[in-house]
């Protein structure tokens, strides 16, 4: 399983943006799929899931200003990010739950990530 995240850049405090990351590969089924974020020397957090029956979790930090969606047609999910603060530059990295096969255990899967800057 592949996935390979986009969308990331520079944008000014107060601005959007959004993110999209494409799962490939062979997939059985997934579980969830995530965003998490990483700030170099900090841990990397969890920022919005969203699960196979479209449940969705944020973290405190971004709820109200974060909305994560996902088109299941293309393995694909969105992070649309508004009213963006300095705060919130760091390093996004897509995660995915799923199994490969009917015979596979669920696994976790994470791209590379994307940089996300807000300048003030």
């Known amino acids: 399983v592949q996935l390979q995240a986009s969308g990331g850049g520079l944008v000014q405090a107060g601005g959007s943006l959004r993110l999209s990351c494409a799962a490939s590969g062979t997939i059985f089924s997934i579980n969830r799929m995530a965003w998490h974020r990483q700030v170099r020397g900090k841990q990397r957090e969890l920022v919005a899931v969203i699960t196979g029956d479209g449940t969705t979790n944020y973290a405190d930090s971004v709820k109200g200003r974060f909305t994560i969606s996902r088109d299941n047609a293309k393995n694909t999910v969105y992070l649309q990010m508004t009213s963006l603060k300095p705060e919130d530059t760091a390093v996004y990295y897509c995660?995915?739950?799923?199994?490969?096969?009917?015979?596979?255990?669920?696994?976790?899967?994470w791209g590379a990530g994307t940089q996300v800057t807000v300048s003030s």
């Open positions: 995660n995915l739950n799923g199994r490969r096969s009917y015979y596979n255990v669920a696994m976790d899967y």
